[in-house]
């Protein structure tokens, strides 16, 4: 195991010094930026497998199924495996050996991996709101809808379970407005719009039991190598928002459930999020200031994030000034706005004099880059230009047998694969209903016997009666009495049902 750093690659004939990546900095998040096909995927690979080489587990999502590799050795017979080599040399890379990393696969659909769930209780209203951008009003209705759930012991795990939930507080707003405050049926119409969305991008997977345990992405193998958990996104990155919906979700899980470590020897954990932009695109502002404020806090809890894109602009300034460690792969510069962008790269560099960082910015070639991270004080390193060094494992994606092969001997087989629908609030207000309206029907039913022997008796009297001229429409005191009788009845039937739906209420 690698002691204190993260050999990142060297400069080859410019003799620069080797470019390391500080083990007690890596909490201090980074950047991997760069255009399609000048090497951030392969970058990615070799610092996951640099980090699991360390014992430090790592989270990243495959967006093009590329780094399924990962769980699998180079080979000789590779066709780069000269290429490979010579990079190893030139750079000083010695032993230059290959090999795979401890890998666990997952899927929130669970095609390419054990499938990842959580709860809409463990989501919770306020990360909800933020998901789906409800104004103030809306926000308070799912607060209550929360609280009544919380307050009569109705489970939240599933989407159906919310939307029961909906519907039953929009059906009994009266007497739960009077409660918990104001329910607006429109409110309740917007949030259960919001969820439709949501669904139909495949949410229903990803909400439910077994819910995922976060200690399952802290492992280590036997060897004391960090397990690299390999999110398949190949078909979530269609879903933008349950993509941001699950990244955001994981990321607040772990800040909330991590104690204080201030800065560690080594992180517990590194976040590496493929395809950035399409996280920010999605997101709206509400969520971007969350991620802001996780991004800024999380590091004291030894976890690390590194966001791997395009372009640094994909991020927003107030993330990117988190992220204290730099790799920059190469930028086209063909319009004014990519020559703006290009610049601004630049300018985030130390100035290294021996150098124009702005020009060797657009003429990297592919596997090179400008690299700064942070030294022993904190404080970001003169950039150098670097050859970035050549991965262990395989570069490409792993075969679906290997896949199946690695789940097969996963630490968490059987753990996840199979979904749990226990009793929870759908369930139990659906029994509410049915008992309800069988009562309904019994009442239904006493009625019109109580009717019929009403016109029974009605009609026995007008019998014996004398004929007369004018016929009365008004009713007897027996059908008055037992009409008023009934109506009380079912008057108090329904709220004996209602208060057995919210009896549960905790005082």
Not at 80 to 94: C, F, N, P, V, Y
Not at 186 to 196: E, H, K, M, N, T
Request: glycine letters at 8%; hydrophobic letters at 40%; a neutral charge.
């Amino acid at each position: 195991l690698m002691s204190d750093s993260i050999f990142i690659g060297g400069g080859g004939e410019t003799q620069n010094e080797p470019q390391l990546l500080l083990l007690n900095r890596a909490n201090r998040h980074g950047l991997v930026a760069g255009a399609t096909g000048t090497g951030k995927t392969v970058t990615l690979q070799i610092l996951a497998q640099g980090f699991s080489d360390a014992g430090v587990p790592v989270f990243c999502a495959d967006v093009k199924g590329d780094l399924s590799g990962i769980s699998q050795p180079g080979s000789a017979d590779h066709k780069l495996h000269d290429k490979l080599m010579s990079r190893a040399e030139t750079i000083g890379l010695q032993p230059y050996e290959y090999g795979a990393s401890p890998t666990v696969f997952w899927d929130v659909f669970g095609e390419r991996g054990h499938p990842v769930r959580t709860t809409i209780a463990e989501m919770g209203p306020v990360l909800l709101s933020r998901l789906f951008e409800l104004n103030e009003t809306q926000e308070g209705v799912l607060m209550i809808a929360f609280e009544v759930a919380e307050d009569n012991d109705f489970l939240l795990l599933d989407l159906k379970d919310l939307r029961k939930l909906l519907v039953f507080v929009s059906e009994n707003k009266e007497e739960i407005s009077r409660e918990y405050g104001n329910v607006s049926p429109a409110s309740v119409g917007a949030i259960q719009r919001r969820l439709l969305v949501l669904d139909r991008e495949g949410a229903d997977q990803f909400f439910g039991e077994p819910a995922l345990e976060l200690n399952d992405l802290l492992r280590t193998s036997l060897d004391g190598r960090g397990i690299v958990n390999v999110m398949d996104a190949t078909r979530l990155i269609n879903s933008p928002r349950l993509y941001c919906t699950f990244l955001l979700w994981l990321l607040s899980e772990l800040f909330e459930q991590l104690p204080e470590v201030g800065d560690p020897d080594k992180p517990k954990l590194v976040f590496f999020f493929d395809e950035a932009h399409l996280l920010f695109d999605s997101a709206p502002k509400a969520l971007l200031d969350k991620i802001e404020q996780v991004v800024k806090l999380i590091r004291s809890k030894g976890v690390g994030v590194f966001f791997v894109t395009q372009n640094p602009r994909d991020i927003p300034d107030s993330v990117l000034s988190q992220l204290g460690n730099r790799i920059q792969h190469a930028l086209r510069a063909y319009t004014p706005g990519e020559r703006k962008a290009v610049k601004a790269a630049a300018d985030s560099f130390r100035t290294n004099e021996t150098f124009d960082t702005e020009q060797v910015i657009t003429d990297l070639g592919t596997g090179e880059a400008l690299v700064s991270t942070l030294d022993k004080k904190g404080v970001p390193g003169v950039v150098a230009r670097t050859l970035i060094r050549p991965p262990s494992s395989r570069l490409g994606p792993a075969t679906d047998a290997e896949r199946a092969d690695v789940m097969a001997n996963s630490p968490v087989r059987g753990k996840y694969d199979e979904a749990v629908d226990r009793e929870s609030a759908y369930e139990v207000l659906e029994k509410k209903e049915e008992q309800a309206a069988k009562e309904a029907e019994r009442i239904a039913k006493e009625e019109e016997k109580a009717e019929a022997k009403a016109k029974a008796a009605k009609a026995k009297e007008k019998a014996k009666a004398k004929p007369r001229r004018r016929r009365s429409n008004r009713q007897t005191a027996t059908e008055a009495a037992l009409k008023t009788g009934i109506r009380t009845a079912a008057r108090e039937l329904t709220r004996y049902v209602l208060r057995g739906v919210l009896g549960g209420r905790k005082r």
